[in-house]
């Protein structure tokens, strides 16, 4: 199984899979073809509701791209396979150690640099983007692609010039270029790159809600054909069909007992039985824009203990859109929503709740900026993050309660509803 962390962060079908018809094949779980349970089998596609970003949207955030070259001095910018060659191009590449590269100069036309052996799948690519006119300089494989882009800066007055590379660009591209062009400079494309895709659009707003949405209908359809003595991973396929019946790919990490008190999880086996406490965390793409949110919950009756820890972190979360509204500096959020732990005794600091309040969301399940201590950068209009306060107490059980956040211009605001107990997660929904 596709575990949710290298679904968000690491794959490349970011516009997830249409459900099959119910009439084409049988609708089973997994590959031991056990049929859907009622109540995922029940479930109808959403994937008419999601709206693919246009070449306009793209063209914009070209444009908006340029300024900001020109506000940060910038002459031009390199991107290579990821995220942001997505968001600005539409182009989804993979290449290992080959490089293939978009050149945006803030002023003058782009240029990609290719193997040549990808003529065809680049022309493919390229043809569908808002660069389709550019230029394409091919490399063999005996050939070095940084003379290439050395050249093409060089032809277009910048072999001086200030190139800000992407940050997930892989240092030996970065290196490579450096060498072949010696006189220019190389910086941090993250004001540019950060500084478009931070704030977010209507329409990726929009993306953003429908996949909350879609996690959210998954999650409830799973848990409630949810028995005792599965297992984390059984339980696992349920959220993942459930995803598919809705029309797109999706899934979660479950942690069981104990096991829930590891923020990120544990690899060991685990049974589910009556009265114990579950931690499920993960999401689904929404063309190409995530969601992420988790759920804790009990199947049968949950110990005083476990409500009165499960009521502050719902507090907890709650005081985090209450304290978030443009201006106030990231930092605050978490504070705001530590205090409420930290008050009612699980602290100090990282004692209990041991990660940060958030993380910017977008096209990467985790983006800039973050709502930590120490991030003093103001809150804007249409920044999206997670809200997911949570208290882990070690060898005996974890609550996290995270829905995606929207910053507005009034306030913020919660895609889903607040999970409202522990005994019935999705009575809300």
């Not at 942690?255 to 049974?271: D, F, K, M, N, R």
């Not at 882990?392 to 829905?403: K, N, P």
Request: net charge negative; hydrophobic share 40%; proline share 6%.
């Amino acid at each position: 199984m596709v575990s949710r962390r290298s679904f968000l962060y690491g794959t490349a079908l970011a516009a997830g899979a249409t459900a099959l018809p119910a009439h084409a094949v049988p609708q089973t779980v997994d590959s031991d073809c056990r049929p859907l349970p009622p109540s995922i089998a029940a479930l109808k596609s959403m994937k008419e509701q999601a709206r693919p970003i246009s070449n306009d949207e793209r063209q914009a955030r070209l444009a908006k791209a340029r300024e900001l070259m020109a506000t940060h001095r910038l002459d031009a910018i390199m991107l290579t396979a990821g995220t942001s060659l997505d968001y600005f191009t539409g182009i989804r590449w993979w290449g290992g150690e080959r490089l293939f590269a978009l050149i945006l100069p803030a002023k003058g036309t782009a240029f990609f640099v290719c193997p040549y052996f990808e003529t065809d799948r680049s022309h493919e690519q390229i043809a569908k983007s808002p660069l389709a006119d550019a230029e394409v300089r091919f490399w063999n494989e005996d050939e070095s692609p940084y003379r290439l882009v050395a050249q093409g800066l060089k032809d277009r007055g910048l072999a001086t010039g200030n190139l800000g590379m992407d940050e997930t660009t892989r240092f030996v591209f970065s290196d490579g270029v450096a060498l072949a062009a010696p006189q220019a400079r190389i910086s941090s494309a993250t004001p540019v790159t950060a500084g478009c895709r931070t704030i977010k659009s209507a329409h990726e707003i929009e993306l953003m809600r429908l996949a909350a949405k879609v996690t959210l209908t998954a999650y409830a359809a799973a848990y409630n054909a949810l028995q005792e003595g599965m297992t984390q991973h059984d339980f696992e396929d349920l959220v993942a069909a459930a995803h598919r019946q809705l029309g797109f790919e999706g899934d979660a990490e479950i942690q069981v007992g104990e096991y829930s008190a590891l923020p990120h999880g544990s690899i060991t086996p685990q049974v589910i039985r009556d009265g114990a406490i579950l931690l499920m965390d993960g999401g689904c793409k929404v063309e190409g824009y995530v969601s992420d949110i988790s759920r804790t919950f009990v199947l049968g009756k949950p110990t005083d203990k476990m409500r009165q820890v499960f009521d502050i972190v719902h507090r907890a979360q709650a005081a985090a859109p209450h304290a978030a509204r443009p201006g106030v500096p990231a930092q605050e959020v978490d504070a705001a929503a530590r205090k409420v732990i930290t008050d009612a005794g699980y602290g100090p600091g990282y004692k209990y709740f041991t990660h940060r309040l958030g993380h910017g969301m977008g096209m990467d399940g985790h983006e800039w900026p973050y709502l930590v201590h120490g991030d003093t950068l103001p809150l804007r209009s249409d920044m999206t993050f997670s809200d997911e306060p949570g208290i882990y107490i070690r060898g005996e059980f974890g609550v996290r309660l995270e829905d995606d956040m929207h910053i507005t211009a009034n306030g913020a605001e919660l895609f889903t509803p607040q999970s409202p107990s522990l005994e019935h997660p999705f009575a809300n929904i």
